[in-house]
């Protein structure tokens, strides 16, 4: 019974770990693109950035956890990646092919990109508070602790932009969009996650991402 616990636990932190990661480093991305694209934009340029360090900042919290329990997390690639769906959905290719330019060139992409951040920041706020009011969270000290300090600083990751889309005059998510983003939350849920979980073969990183 102990070994199953453990084994969930660890199943939520190597999901977590992977996505806190891909945010960080998807969000250097989009610093570099904003600092050419809207160099005047400092407020903005501020707001994204500390969205980024928070996201290292969570990937290293989960990085300790397992650390800590001296144990790695599963080898779990872009299948589990919120963002990497969600760009696979929208922009009909990979994350890694999504290249600078496309964005810096095309403000139609560049908001659809900022859409697709703060849908996945939303699902974030909104996961984060059912995972807190769980009793299986409640009963381990470190990983609600980690999800404490997520819930303080996801709302502002959220805001600033919706802001910054209402004030550029374009339109927040659509339906298409929103059926995106639950198609993604409940494959997750309902069969990734369960399958993560029961699949003994599944295996282990030999090391951590960074
Ligand atoms: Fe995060
Ligand atoms: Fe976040």
Known sequence: M??????LQDVIASVYLYNEYTGYIEL?????????KYPEERTFIQAVQKHCDDERKHYLMFRNY???RNRLPFDIGP?????????LHVFKKPIEDLDREEILESDRRFFQLCRLIMMTE????????????????QKDSTL???????ERDEPSHCYPYQYWLKKSDTHLPRF????????????????KIP????????????????
Request: aromatic content about 20%; glycine content about 2%; overall charge positive.
């Open 176 to 191: 298409q969009e929103r059926i995106t983003d639950l198609w993604i939350h409940y494959t997750l849920l309902l069969f």
């Open 79 to 87: 299948t589990y990646g919120y963002v990497d769906l969600f760009i």
């Open 122 to 137: 939303f699902r974030g706020m909104r996961q984060v508070d059912k995972l807190l009011k769980s009793p299986f969270i």
């Open 66 to 68: 397992f650390k800590k």
């Open 144 to 150: 609600y602790r980690i999800f404490k300090v997520i």
């Open 2 to 7: 102990k070994q199953l616990f453990e084994r």
């Open 195 to 210: 399958f993560l979980f029961l699949n003994p073969r599944v295996k282990r990183l030999e090391a951590f991402y960074a």
């Open 28 to 36: 250097e991305k989009l610093l570099d693109v904003l600092h050419v």
